[in-house]
C-alpha cells in the first residue's frame, strides 16, 4: 500500500511538473478577474442588489465576496471545467503511449490495472485541486471587491430557490458544494480516460470529450417538452448536483442518487479503458 | 536465461504474420543478437519477451517464470532499452530515474548515485532531459535499465543515432556488463559489425521467420567464401557458375567439399585473368547475406 502512494506520488509529481497542467489554473483566475470586472461595472451588481433586496431583505450583508465568488464558480466551471479536466484526462495515458514513455513503464513489474489505477486517481485529485483553487481564487477575487465577511445567497438559473447563509455557514457550504463538484465531474475524466485507452492521437481523446459533453448539455437544456422525459439521463443534467449541496436544507437522497449516477458512469469508463487497454499491444 | 517458444503474431488479417513460429534460447551470461531487416520482426519478437505484445501462440519464459501468465514476477528481471529512449523531457535525468525505479518498488539514493556514476552522467544529472544530447539520453536509458539489478538486458537498436565513440563506449559498457555481473543480454540490431563485434551468438530473423540461429565466429556452414579480383569480370562468374559456385555481393561461394587450389587452377584453365583470390574467413555478413538469399530464393521458388 505504501508503495501505491509513492507511485501515486510521482504520478502526481509528473503532472504538476508540466507547464500545461497550469493552464487551466491561469485561464480561471483570468476569467474570475474579468467576470468580476464586468459584473462590477456592468450593473450586474445593482441586478443582484434589487433581487438581495426582493428576497433577503438586507442588501449589505447578502451581496458579500463569497456571494459572488458562488456566482464566478457557477457560471464558469461547468464547461469550462470540461476543456481543462479533458484535456489532462485524455492527455494522461495517450500523450505517454504517443511519446514512447509508456513503453519504459512497462518494462517494470508493474500490473496495466495498476498504472491505469494511478493514473486515473490523477486525473481525480488533479480536478479537486483545480476545483478547490478555482474556488479558492474566486472568493479572493470576491472579497478583494466587496471585504471580508456578510452573508452568502445562492442563486442560478437552476436553482429552485434561493438559499441563504451566515458568512462561516456559508464558506463551509461552499467549499463542501465545490468538493462535491469535483467528484461529479469524474463521467468528464471517464470519458477522457477511456478515450486515451484506445490507440488515439491525445488531442482526438481531449477534442472528442469536449464535444460529447456540449452535445449532452446542449441536448439536456432543450426547452423543448419531447426532452422531458429524458433529460435525467443527460450527464451534464445530473453534474447539476452539485447545486443539491448549497441547498438551505440538502436534499441528501437525491444528491447521493445524482453522485451514484454520475460515479457509476465514471467508473464504467474506467473500467471499460482497463479492458481496453489490457488487451492492447504496445508497439513503437 | 530466457527462453523463447513458438512465438507467433500476427496483427492484420490481410498481412503476414509479423512473427511466424520463432523460438530460440539464451543462455544465462550470454549475449545474443537479434539480427534482420527492418520488418523483419525483431521488434514484436521484443515486444512479445517484454509482455507488450500477446502472441498468437507460444510461450517466453525468463528464468522459468512464464511472461505470459506472470508478467510482473518474470519482468522483475528484466531491464530494457529501446531505441530513442523516451523520457520525460521536463524532468531531470534524476527525477526520471526516480519515476521510473519506482514501479520496481524503488532504489536507495546511494545505488542510483553509484550507477549515474558508471555511466557518467553525474555533471548533468540535474538537468532537464531536453538539454540532453542523444549519447547522454542513451546513457541514462542505461542506467535506468540496470536499476534495481536485472538479471537480464534487453537492448532495442541501442546505438542508433550514436556518434562512433557513442557505439564504442556503449559496446564496452555492455560487455563489462555481461563480464562483471554476468548479465544475459539479448540485443536487436541491424548493425552487422555491432552484433559480430558483442554477440556470442545470433538470431536472425527474415520476414518473421528464423533463419538462423547459432554462433557469430566460427558458425562454420556448408560453404566457403572466396573474395576474387579478375580482369575479365564476367568470364569469372561464368566459370565459377560452372564450378558448382554463386555469387553474393562480392563474395563468391562455393561447397566445403572443393580444394581452394582446385578452384584457383579450374579458373585460370577456364581463361579467367585472376588478379587476387583469398578466402575469407566466414564473417556475420556472408553468414547474413547466405541466409537472407536462400529465403528469397525459396520465396522466388
Known amino acids: 500500500m505504501n508503495l ?43 441586478q443582484l442588489e ?30 469550462l471545467g470540461v476543456i481543462f479536466v479533458s484535456l489532462v484526462a485524455g492527455d494522461i495515458l495517450a500523450k505517454e503511449s504517443e511519446d514512447g514513455n509508456l513503453r519504459l513503464l512497462l518494462v517494470r513489474p508493474v500490473s496495466r490495472f495498476r498504472l491505469l489505477l494511478l493514473k486515473f486517481l490523477s486525473c481525480q485529485i488533479y480536478t479537486t485541486a483545480l476545483f478547490l483553487f478555482v474556488a479558492f481564487s474566486s472568493l479572493v477575487v470576491g472579497c478583494l471587491g466587496q471585504g471580508w465577511g456578510g452573508g452568502m445567497l445562492v442563486w442560478a438559473p437552476d436553482l ?40 488515439i492521437k491525445p488531442a482526438a481523446a481531449t477534442i472528442v470529450t469536449i464535444a460529447l459533453i456540449i452535445a449532452d448539455r446542449i441536448l439536456g437544456k432543450m426547452s423543448m417538452e419531447a426532452f422531458d422525459p429524458y433529460r435525467e439521463y443527460f450527464i451534464t443534467s445530473r ?7 448549497l441547498y438551505q436544507n440538502i436534499p441528501w437522497a437525491r444528491f447521493f442518487e445524482q453522485s451514484a449516477w454520475l460515479l457509476g458512469i465514471g467508473l464504467t469508463c474506467f473500467v471499460l479503458g482497463w479492458l481496453v487497454f489490457e488487451r492492447r499491444d504496445i508497439k513503437s | 536465461m530466457l527462453s523463447v517458444e513458438s512465438i507467433s503474431k500476427q496483427f492484420d488479417r490481410n498481412r503476414p504474420p509479423a512473427v511466424n513460429n520463432v ?88 545505488m542510483m548515485k553509484e550507477m549515474v556514476e ?49 557505439i564504442v563506449e ?27 563485434q558483442v554477440c556470442d551468438e545470433v538470431v536472425i530473423l527474415q520476414k518473421g ?27 569469372l562468374e561464368r566459370s565459377w557458375e560452372k564450378l558448382g559456385g554463386r555469387k553474393l555481393g562480392d563474395e563468391f561461394l562455393i561447397s566445403r567439399d572443393r580444394e581452394p587450389s582446385e578452384c584457383l587452377s579450374r579458373l585460370i584453365g577456364d581463361g579467367v585473368k585472376v588478379c587476387r583470390f583469398t578466402q575469407q574467413e566466414n564473417s556475420l555478413e556472408s553468414l547474413y547475406l547466405q541466409v537472407s538469399s536462400r529465403e528469397i530464393g525459396e520465396d522466388a521458388g
Not at chain 1, 438581495?52 to 464558469?76: C, H, K, P, R
Not at chain 1, 465545490?178 to 486515451?196: D, T
Not at chain 2, 507460444?58 to 531491464?79: D, L, S, W, Y
Not at chain 2, 555492455?174 to 552484433?195: K, N, P, W
Open chain 2, 23 to 110: 523460438s530460440f534460447a539464451v543462455e544465462k551470461g550470454r549475449i545474443c543478437g537479434l539480427l534482420g531487416h527492418n520488418g523483419a520482426g525483431k521488434s514484436t519478437a521484443l515486444g512479445v519477451v517484454l509482455g507488450m505484445v500477446y502472441p498468437d501462440s507460444g510461450e517466453v519464459t525468463i528464468g522459468g517464470v512464464a511472461v505470459q501468465k506472470e508478467r510482473e514476477k518474470a519482468i522483475a528481471k528484466v531491464g530494457a532499452i529501446f531505441e530513442a529512449p523516451a523520457f520525460y523531457d521536463y524532468l531531470s535525468g534524476w527525477k526520471n530515474l526516480q519515476v521510473f525505479t519506482s514501479y520496481s518498488g524503488g532504489v536507495s539514493r546511494s
Open chain 1, 50 to 79: 434589487r433581487m438581495i433586496q426582493n428576497v433577503a431583505g438586507g442588501l449589505d450583508e447578502y451581496l458579500s465576496g463569497l456571494t459572488i465568488a458562488f456566482l464566478m464558480v457557477a457560471f464558469t466551471m461547468l464547461m
Open chain 2, 209 to 235: 521467420k528464423k533463419v538462423y540461429d547459432g554462433g557469430v565466429q566460427n558458425f562454420g556452414g556448408d560453404e566457403i567464401t572466396f573474395f576474387i579480383e579478375a580482369r575479365n569480370p564476367v568470364d
Open chain 2, 170 to 196: 556503449f559496446r564496452e559498457q555492455i560487455l563489462e556488463l555481461r563480464d562483471r555481473l554476468g548479465l544475459t543480454v539479448l540485443l536487436s540490431s541491424h548493425l552487422l559489425s555491432e552484433v559480430e
Open chain 2, 118 to 166: 558508471w555511466v557518467g552522467l553525474t555533471d548533468r544529472i540535474h538537468d532537464r532531459i531536453s538539454k540532453y544530447s542523444h549519447g547522454m539520453r542513451q546513457r541514462l536509458a542505461l542506467a535506468q535499465a540496470l536499476l534495481p539489478h536485472p538479471e537480464l538486458l534487453i537492448l532495442d537498436e541501442p546505438t542508433d543515432g550514436l556518434d562512433p565513440e557513442g
Open chain 1, 160 to 199: 429552485p430557490k434561493v438559499s441563504l447563509f451566515e458568512w462561516w455557514e456559508g464558506m463551509s457550504r461552499y467549499f463542501f458544494a465545490i468538493l462535491g463538484f469535483s467528484i461529479v465531474y469524474m463521467p468528464v475524466i471517464g470519458i477522457a480516460f477511456l478515450l486515451g485507452c484506445f490507440r
Open chain 1, 239 to 245: 453534474m447539476d448536483a452539485w447545486y443539491l449541496l
Open chain 1, 4 to 46: 501505491f502512494f509513492r507511485q501515486l506520488g510521482w504520478e502526481l509529481y509528473r503532472l504538476f511538473a508540466r507547464r500545461r497542467t497550469y493552464i487551466g489554473f491561469g485561464i480561471f483566475l483570468l476569467v474570475e478577474i474579468v467576470f468580476y470586472l464586468i459584473w462590477t461595472r456592468g450593473g450586474g451588481a445593482r
